[in-house]
């Protein structure tokens, strides 16, 4: 029986999706919830695994084609097990072969390589590594044609002897005078990335304000009750959770920070649904902490492992990543000293915090050496005066120097 593979039904917010690579070739098997395709989607990658244990016949949908909902992807044939003869069952006897067929009848081995068979004059001699073109990944193919490199005169270092990309661009950089170069198809999340970003920059009118933080306050409150926190709650005691009730506290004190653009209207939130910035090896991605005002220290830390470990395995679903009222975004983890954190439309404002530096500073008159870190509020001024932004930073920076005011909600 034949099977027709096709796309799932995608979110309203999602009018398509890429197809992103094929784990399986027509004519290999696979087995029943065996991932059979990736679609890449705006947002995430979706799986989509085999129905059924079977053989793919056929692939509609090629790598790098656009699809949409319910539109067929491939087709597979339903795998039958053979029944076993009976034991009692003796096999048909052959009938008597002339003595001089016997001895001259052999068993036929078909070369790995007929290139290879060719070259030799013997299937015998066929080196195990030797492939053709078709077994080798997409990826590598499309180098091989872009650059007119014979893929037989590349030294395979892959699994049975593949061309890996590595292989490729070892063998373009010393045929090639030094001068390699890659050409990568952008990937659907890259390319909603950077849309999104130019039309941030060409809607909004983007200014950005500083201050400092002193952490002190902070790391010795880690530092005291790291082990004990991880003892009544099972997680560790970060950075981010710091940040997040400040900036919570510092929105009820400035809720235009906390609004939005739509047309001509301004909309006020209720409820702060918090976006944490996470970097995966498929690009940005900002999932939501939804009333974030509710929670305290540990559910935000078990909040931010959650959606964190989701985004970089690849399971964070897109309803994961939608909405959302103030983003955070922490380049500090990469060593950035100072930058401007680009808007999340439709947010309004977005908090970027960067490297923790030991810094001489002046306190009550003595120079002391503090850990200090420079913040920073990117802001829509269409919406979001100087004043705000500069107040609201004011207010982060006092709830961080002294965690006391968040417990006190002053």
């Not at 073109?133 to 002897?161: N, W």
């Not at 939005?260 to 209207?265: K, L, M, P, Q, V």
């Not at 975004?329 to 404002?349: E, K, M």
């Amino acid at each position: 029986m034949t099977i027709d593979i096709k796309v799932p039904v995608l979110p309203e917010s999602v009018e398509d999706a890429t197809v992103a690579g094929w784990h399986k070739k027509p004519g290999d098997s696979i087995r029943r919830d065996e991932n059979l395709v990736d679609l890449e989607t705006d947002k995430v990658v979706l799986e989509v695994p085999a129905p059924i244990d079977g053989i793919l016949v056929a692939i509609e949908a090629a790598e790098g084609e656009t699809v949409t909902s319910n539109q067929l992807l491939a087709t597979l044939e339903e795998s039958v097990a053979e029944a076993a003869p009976a034991p009692e069952e003796a096999p048909e006897e052959a009938p008597e072969k002339a003595p001089e067929q016997a001895q001259t009848k052999q068993p036929v081995v078909a070369p790995k390589s007929n290139t290879a068979a060719r070259a030799t004059g013997s299937s015998d001699d066929v080196s195990p590594d030797s492939q053709d073109d078709s077994s080798h990944s997409p990826a590598v193919r499309r180098m091989a044609a872009e650059e007119d490199v014979d893929l037989s005169q590349v030294q395979g270092t892959g699994r049975g002897g593949r061309v890996t990309k590595t292989d490729m661009l070892e063998y373009i950089k010393v045929e090639g005078a030094g001068r390699p170069e890659e050409r990568v198809r952008m990937t659907r999340l890259r390319s909603v990335i950077a849309r999104r970003m130019k039309d941030a920059q060409n809607t909004a009118a983007i200014l950005t304000s500083f201050n400092e933080v002193d952490l002190k306050a902070i790391m010795e409150l880690r530092g005291r009750y790291k082990e004990t926190f991880i003892e009544h709650h099972g997680i560790k005691l970060g950075l981010m959770s710091f940040f997040v009730r400040a900036c919570i506290e510092a929105l009820r004190k400035f809720p235009v920070v906390n609004a939005s653009i739509e047309g001509d209207e301004l909309v006020y939130h209720g409820y702060q649904d918090i976006g944490i910035a996470v970097s995966t090896e498929r690009g940005l991605m900002v999932p939501i902490i939804r009333n974030a005002e509710s929670m305290g220290l540990a559910d935000i830390e078990r909040a931010i492992a959650h959606y964190a470990g989701k985004a970089r395995d690849g399971s964070i679903a897109i309803e994961d990543l939608q909405g959302g009222t103030f983003s955070i975004t922490n380049g500090g983890i990469f060593g950035s000293l100072l930058s401007t954190p680009l808007l999340n439309p439709p947010q309004s404002a977005i908090l970027g915090m960067h490297n923790i530096k030991d810094r001489p500073v002046v306190i009550a008159g003595a120079i002391v050496v503090r850990p200090m870190m420079y913040i920073a509020l990117s802001y829509d001024h269409r919406l979001i005066d100087g004043k705000d932004s500069v107040q609201f930073l004011i207010a982060v920076k006092d709830a961080l120097e002294d965690p006391a005011r968040m417990l006190l909600n002053i």
